[in-house]
């Protein structure tokens, strides 16, 4: 009786927690946004017509979503890891930057087969977010410095480095643009459905995400990470280091954004462009927070978010309601989720007296 | 090249525009102390800025005057505190998290108005701007005079700030209480002082003032609203107050420092020194980054980002 009740009281929490709160935090979100919307002489219900029909209203617009998705996954996949270690890795877009120029470089100065070509052009992707992950890791665990702002400073290191190499060292010869040369053929992810946009980065960012449950719940790594982001003392007990496991998932969370960087030269852009990211590592936040730190999760919070960023196009051009409302609505579901999972509501008395707070 | 920039460095145009520039970072930074003091991790700075700036723009564009563009900025930055607050303190919901939402929605809310309300033509709108006020007698100091008190009134109204916090936290009983709760909010408590009320005052004031520190942006430096005008402000100051040692005169120090690196970069480009600009660029966060890492480790109020709830 008492297992039957506790396996019910399991699947009440993950209904509320997976599917309930989400799906209410997106609603109550729209809900505010439209205030918003109404404030600028738009009307609501048209503009929201054209950010869904644009973002899931055909087969183009569905494949438009999906290859939004592909960076979002990965970037997702990357705040994900470091969250459920406590490590708040604001730092993802950065470490995408890293991630594309060290993949371009790979793709544009070799000229190698290309089954070792594109491995090796996504390697260096990690690598390259790696290493922009690996020093907050290590200013975090050696020297105690602050993650949060140590990663977000580094991000407009790495912006205007990148910018530096496209105006120099990367910059196609012979061109004022701030861009590098076309990458390589044998670097370029194909597409995976004809005559749409959407490559191979999609097989990978779904792989990724299947690698990277197992890794969080399956291996004695992830278990340890997860213990360090629930109770850093009782896992100091227990033997783990904690400088340790802070370095280490630095150095995936990075690598992985890392590998989103990459994938969106590899895959979309073909070369390194100034702009190439509408802040991806940002939206990653929202992503991994609605996706509830968990791959599935994430996997269906970036194809929402992708879809929003493709319909909000089409709702810009038919209703002029700018692209950047997107944030708000990011911005809302970010809030009202964790301040949902926070507050210790209990839901199924919300309506009756009391209001629900405990 | 060295000597080129220990030529700017020791100039009085330097220094002139090293206060200029602090101003910004000195106000925020003054805000968020009272909130971190108060155990707040106050990194919703930047979201509060960006409201600052964009509604200190719009209140001088509707009516031509600065100073109601700074109290519409001061209400956008403390709208900005109130949803920081209510997701904090009411709900507990984590610092981190809810400050990267907070300013998600004050970038995206600002956009949105901004392109709205300014069909066509955003990019070229133009309001008010602050313009330099003489102090008299003050300013006839030889030297001091022209460097200190030739500013536009925002860098008096900082300098003011400045003194307020340093006082309230010195000698009020409203600042000790504020640092009581950040060190020991379970102790306060049990004396009667309400943990919630001191957070929400504390964040709602920090707001108010860091939106005073985003209009020095659009109605000082410029006469216009630019998307992304703040970048990393926000950031920058809170570091300032990490660097301060959560002290008001570290605090003021420390926003100095991060200011001189702005200027110096700014004086840099119109010098055209043989530097690629973007290095520039990067000067004000390298010199920041490098600062926390001299500083090293730091004491930082003892329940700094713990949600508190009477249990």
Not at chain 1, 324 to 333: R, T, Y
Not at chain 2, 13 to 31: K, Q, V
Not at chain 2, 64 to 70: A, E, L, Y
Request: hydrophobic share 55%; aromatic share 12%; glycine share 12%.
């Amino acid at each position: 009786m008492s297992i039957l009740q506790n396996v019910q009281d399991y699947i009440k929490n993950l209904k509320f927690s997976m599917i309930i709160l989400p799906v209410f935090s997106i609603l109550l979100a729209l809900i505010f946004g439209s205030i918003l919307i109404i404030s600028i002489g738009v009307n609501p219900i048209e503009a929201y017509k054209y950010l869904f029909t644009g973002a899931f209203g055909s087969w183009i617009q569905i494949t438009e979503t999906l290859v939004n998705a592909i960076p979002l996954i990965f970037t997702g996949l990357a705040i994900t890891i470091a969250f459920r270690a406590s490590i708040f890795n604001i730092g993802a877009e950065g470490q995408l930057y890293f991630g594309a120029v060290f993949a371009t470089w790979a793709g544009v100065t070799f000229s190698l087969p290309i089954y070792i070509h594109l491995p090796f052009a996504i390697l260096m992707g990690f690598i390259g977010g790696m290493i922009w992950g690996a020093i907050p890791g290590i200013l975090n665990a050696k020297k105690g410095l602050n993650i949060v702002i140590v990663t977000l400073l580094m991000n407009y290191i790495a912006i205007h480095f990148t910018d530096f190499l496209l105006n120099g060292p990367l910059q196609q010869p012979g061109s004022w643009n701030p861009q590098s040369s076309l990458i390589e053929s044998t670097v370029i992810l194909p597409i995976i459905f004809e005559r749409t946009s959407v490559h191979a980065g999609l097989i990978l960012a779904l792989a990724l995400a299947v690698i990277v449950y197992i890794f969080l719940w399956k291996s004695t790594l992830g278990f340890k990470l997860r213990m360090v982001g629930g109770n850093k003392k009782a896992s100091e007990n227990a033997g783990v280091s904690i400088d340790k496991t802070i370095i280490l998932t630095m150095l995936l969370s990075g690598g992985i954004a890392g590998i989103a960087g990459a994938v969106e030269i590899l895959g979309k852009h073909h070369r390194l462009i100034t702009g190439f990211s509408p802040e991806y590592g940002f939206d990653a936040i929202a992503v991994a927070i609605m996706g509830r730190l968990h791959p599935l999760g994430v996997i269906i919070a970036a194809i929402f978010f992708g879809g929003l960023r493709a319909g909000a196009s089409v709702m810009q051009t038919a209703v002029r309601m700018p692209v950047v409302a997107v944030s708000v609505i990011q911005g809302l579901v970010i809030l009202f989720i964790v301040a949902g999972t926070a507050a210790d509501i209990d839901w199924s008395k919300i309506f009756k007296k009391g209001g629900g707070l405990k | 090249m060295i000597l080129d920039i220990l030529q700017i460095i020791f100039s009085a145009e330097f220094f002139y525009a090293s206060i200029r520039m602090t101003t910004p970072l000195l106000l925020a930074a003054m805000g968020g102390l009272l909130a971190e003091r108060a155990g707040v991790l106050i990194l919703s700075l930047e979201g509060m800025m960006v409201a600052g700036a964009f509604f200190g723009f719009y209140g001088g564009y509707i009516t031509g005057s600065v100073w109601f563009g700074v109290l519409l900025a001061m209400i956008g930055g403390a709208l900005i505190g109130l949803v920081y607050a209510i997701a904090t303190v009411s709900f507990n919901a984590n610092q981190v998290v809810a400050a990267v939402g907070v300013n998600m929605l004050a970038v995206g809310v600002t956009s949105v108005i901004f392109r709205g309300a300014f069909v066509g033509g955003a990019g070229q709108a133009t309001g008010p701007q602050f313009l330099r006020y003489r102090l008299h007698f003050l300013s006839d100091i030889p030297i001091i005079g022209d460097l200190f008190f030739n500013h536009i009134p925002l860098v008096y109204l900082a300098a003011i700030v400045f003194v307020l916090v340093y006082l309230f936290f010195k000698y009020t009983d409203w600042g000790l209480k504020v640092k009581a709760v950040g060190e020991h909010p379970l102790a306060c408590e049990s004396v009667g002082i309400s943990v919630t009320k001191v957070r929400y005052l504390t964040i709602i004031v920090c707001g108010l003032i860091a939106g005073i520190a985003g209009s020095t942006l659009s109605l000082g430096y410029l006469n216009r609203f630019v998307e992304g005008m703040v970048s990393g402000r926000g950031w920058i100051a809170f570091s300032a107050i990490i660097l301060g040692g959560w002290q008001p005169v570290g605090t003021l120090i420390a926003s100095f420092i991060f200011g001189a690196a702005n200027a110096l970069q700014i004086r840099i480009q119109a010098y055209g020194l043989n530097i690629p600009f973007q290095f520039l660029l990067m000067l004000p966060y390298l010199v920041t980054l490098l600062s926390l890492f001299i500083i090293g480790k730091v004491h930082s109020p003892a329940a700094q980002g713990q949600p508190y709830s009477k249990e």
